[in-house]
Nanobody, 125 residues
């Protein structure tokens, strides 16, 4: 099982980035997919989640209205479109696949079985 996140980089405040996560996971369409992030010196935090079918999404208050999560079950891909980026969005971003019994979407790391390696997002002011 492997989750490969990509798309991070350096962007100015107000700019946009699109993160992608490729999952080599046979049960991909049975799992919710989440994005989390960890800033330097801080704990890893929930960012967004999309349910197994893609019908429901949830966002941290800090990114609501600016970020959009989506998935393509035919391609085993999940995406995070990040707009109006702020310096406080700077972090390593991780994609994660939930436990099958939590395909309804969860904000808790404990409900995720598989994690990608992370991709760095840096937003300059």
């Amino acid at each position: 099982v492997q989750l490969q996140a990509s798309g991070g980089g350096l962007v100015q405040a107000g700019g946009s980035l699109r993160l992608s996560c490729a999952a080599s996971l046979p049960t991909f369409s049975s799992r919710a997919m989440g994005w989390f992030r960890q800033a330097p010196g801080k704990e890893r935090d929930f960012v967004a989640v999309v349910t197994d079918s893609g019908s429901y999404t949830d966002y941290a208050d800090s990114v609501k209205g600016r970020f959009h999560i989506s998935r393509d079950n035919a391609k085993n891909m999940v995406y995070l479109q990040m707009n109006s980026l702020k310096p406080e969005d700077t972090a390593v971003y991780y994609c994660a696949a939930s436990r099958i019994i939590r395909s309804d979407g969860s904000r808790s790391e404990r409900d995720y079985d598989y994690w990608g390696q992370g991709t760095q997002v840096t937003v300059s002011s």
